[in-house]
């Protein structure tokens, strides 16, 4: 098995943008071109089938080509962004690579090869059936980043099934399984990628106008940065369709005013991990947080209001950790959940819970109520260890002006007082000016849980 058959299908668009990158589009021809090229530059250069590739680059027409031909190669493919930063030595290491290719922001390459060998059982299993492979490495928020190996080729399964086509803006990056699975099913239906080289919300919308983006998929962290930014009244958005998002809880009160600004945009809930890949979504509505994630190839169950999945696509493991799957291959997604029927409202993540004095406390829902408030720019709640309650909530905000630390302490008691229950009400308040999201728009939680910086 290959991508031969998604190949023969973009050769059906030959005469179609398939990707637009710095404002210029290159057709499906000249992606299917520059496929080949890649194909002879890995035999000059005697990469084989089963050697472990680092693509080290920003989202481009180059590097999606590059991507392609390694999974034809049937290569195992290390994605790597510039965010990694001091981390890239030790990915490298742990995913065993045995070549670089390095971009810079003009498509310039340098290939540079490691004397590493391969060893792991799981990879050694995949060359020896000669299936491509992906190593995601998780954005560490709840911990050490952790090392998921994917058989390419169940990862692609779900892509044969043709669906809508969509011109997409590739907001998250190919490091990502969110950025795998924009470009896979944009190219799989006959759509464009649009990216962009920066995910600043004027620049956003400055490409969704100029492109006629119909589909953004993107993050709430970000979505509440577009709505603080106002930049939505400086372009012509009437072209988006759908926005769809995930990684994170939603803020009941951001997707309120996302409503009010976008009456014309459906909005959908997506749902996916790096071990198990994305799963098919159906939000209630526009307006609802509650959603029916699975499809096929899915199997969902909540035990004890905590999500488990099982996956036909899950990876086949952690190359630097032991395996999270049960005997039977269930994964405990770690996230908790309420029920309707067949549909679940996502709460948050079991690691997130605040235990004040026995009471659960979820950070989404205060964070929710916070940003209600004039002049909160950003906000992440988290627990901090106390002596007669076991814990209080505690709450890092960022603020649009400068105000006094015991105004705004009152102004949070009021405002949530009527609003959340006594228990959930901030009993620290800590104004912060450092972003308390990554570099892919997703709240840096963890970080909160020591102390705000």
Not at 380 to 403: F, Q
Request: proline residues 4%; charged residues 25%.
């Amino acid at each position: 098995m290959s991508v031969h058959w998604l190949l023969e299908r973009m050769q059906e668009q030959s005469n179609k943008a398939a990707l637009v990158w710095h404002d210029q589009s290159f057709t499906y021809g000249w992606l299917l071109d520059t496929v080949s090229r890649w194909q002879d530059q890995l035999a000059k250069y005697q990469i084989d089938a089963g050697h472990v590739v680092a693509i080290d680059a920003d989202y481009s027409p180059s590097v999606c080509a590059l991507l392609l031909a390694l999974i034809e190669n049937k290569d195992i493919i290390v994605p790597l962004t510039p965010a990694v930063g001091p981390q890239k030595s030790a990915f490298l290491d742990i995913a065993e690579v045995e070549a670089v290719f390095a971009f810079d922001e003009d498509e310039r390459w340098q290939l540079n090869k490691r004397p590493a060998g391969v060893s792991h059982p799981l990879m050694r299993g995949l060359i020896q059936r000669r299936a491509p492979g992906l190593v995601l490495f998780s954005s560490g928020s709840t911990g050490k980043s952790k090392a998921a190996l994917h058989d390419f080729n169940e990862l692609l399964e779900k892509f044969k099934t043709r669906r809508h086509c969509y011109t997409t803006l590739s907001f998250l990056l190919l490091d990502h399984i969110g950025g795998i699975n924009t470009l896979f099913y944009t190219l799989a239906n006959g759509g464009t990628v649009v990216s962009v080289t920066s995910r600043h919300p004027a620049d956003v919308c400055r490409a969704i106008e100029k492109h006629r983006v119909q589909l953004l998929p993107t993050t709430p962290t970000f979505l509440n940065l577009l709505l603080l930014s106002e930049q939505y009244k400086e372009c012509d958005l009437s072209s988006l369709e759908l926005i769809t998002y995930g990684t994170e809880v939603m803020p009941e009160s951001t997707l309120r005013r996302l409503l009010e600004v976008f009456p014309n945009t459906r909005f959908l809930q997506t749902y996916g991990l790096s071990e198990l890949g994305i799963l098919r979504s159906k939000s209630k509505s526009s307006e609802s947080l509650w959603v029916k994630v699975g499809g096929e190839g899915y199997e969902t169950k909540v035990v004890d209001d905590t999500l488990w999945i099982r996956a036909r696509s899950a990876m086949l493991g952690y190359l630097n950790a032991p395996s999270p799957f049960d005997g039977d291959g269930w994964f405990n997604t770690g996230d908790l959940v309420e029920m309707d029927g067949e549909y679940i409202r996502i709460l948050g993540r079991q690691s997130d819970i605040i235990n004040v004095g026995g009471q659960k406390v979820f950070p989404a829902e205060v964070e929710s109520v916070l940003l209600q408030m004039d002049n909160i720019k950003d906000v992440i709640v988290y627990g901090e260890k106390n002596p007669i309650v076991g814990n209080i909530v505690v709450a890092c905000l960022n603020l649009a002006k400068p105000e006094s630390p015991v105004e705004l302490k009152k102004r949070v008691y009021e405002h949530c007082k009527g609003r959340l229950a006594s228990f959930k009400i901030p009993a620290k308040v800590e104004i912060v000016s450092s972003q308390q999201y990554s570099a892919r728009y997703k709240r840096m939680r963890k970080q909160g849980s020591t102390k705000c910086s």
